[in-house]
T-cell receptor, first 112, second 112 residues
Framework: EAGVTQFPSHSVIEKGQTVTLRCDPI?????LYWYRRVMGKEIKFLLH????????ESGMPNNRFLAERTGGTYSTLKVQPAELEDSGVYFC??????????FGQGTRLTVV | QKEVEQDPGPLSVPEGAIVSLNCTYS??????FMWYRQYSRKGPELLMY????GNKEDGRFTAQVDKSSKYISLFIRDSQPSDSATYLC????????????FGKGTRLSVIA
């Protein structure tokens, strides 16, 4: 069974540019989450989809971040325009109804 | 006060030692507790998932939860060099389908 897959694995962009991160969850998992780890800090929740609907987006830092989940399958997280403080590792996770989140390998974003 | 406190280490032990990793949490509403293992440049991998106070064993790993003192532990018996990784504790309010709150992670090295 394929795990959670994230693209790209690493992205380096200049301040002010736009970056789009993609996540393909485990097939059949209705729940999809985005998390972020900034250097030296703990992993923090960004938002939660149930199928295509946003269940909780309380962790989104500001309106430069936009997440979508097309047809309840893959999800994208767009940062526009990127700022230096957006650098970090962005993780996607999915879970079945019974719980237990499975994480992707992460996208390391560097804004210079 | 952080919601989940975890000593980041690093912790270095000889092969075969018993390892004890610990976290405390502040919110008594947290009901589910998890331990993740993260190798360098990889995503967190779910190790143990528990709900009730008490012990849960899986091979060389034992997760312990004491809700009265808001204390969670992970014990690793007969530690191996392949156990060298960062161990993250996490908790959540309801089932696995609510956002996870993570500790910072403890970096463990098992020396052969």
């Amino acid at each position: 069974e394929a795990g959670v897959t994230q693209f790209p694995s690493h992205s380096v962009i200049e301040k002010g540019q736009t970056v789009t991160l993609r996540c393909d969850p485990i097939s059949g998992h209705d729940n999809l989450y985005w998390y972020r780890r900034v250097m030296g800090k703990e992993i923090k929740f960004l938002l939660h989809f149930v199928k295509e609907s946003k269940q909780d987006e309380s962790g989104m830092p500001n309106n430069r971040f936009l997440a979508e989940r097309t047809g309840g399958t893959y999800s994208t997280l767009k940062v526009q325009p990127a700022e230096l403080e957006d650098s970090g590792v962005y993780f996607c996770a999915s879970s079945p109804q019974t719980g237990g989140a499975f994480f992707g390998q992460g996208t390391r974003l560097t804004v210079v | 006060q952080k919601e989940v406190e975890q000593d980041p280490g690093p912790l270095s032990v000889p092969e075969g030692a018993i390892v004890s990793l610990n976290c405390t949490y502040s919110n008594s509403a947290f009901q589910y507790f998890m331990w993740y293992r993260q190798y360098s440049r990889k995503g967190p991998e779910l190790l143990m998932y528990t709900y009730s106070s008490g012990n849960k064993e899986d091979g060389r790993f034992t997760a312990q939860v004491d809700k009265s003192s808001k204390y969670i532990s992970l014990f690793i018996r007969d530690s191996q060099p392949s156990d060298s990784a960062t161990y993250l504790c996490a908790t959540t309010l309801l089932s696995g389908n609510t956002p996870l709150v993570f500790g910072k992670g403890t970096r463990l090295s098992v020396i052969a």
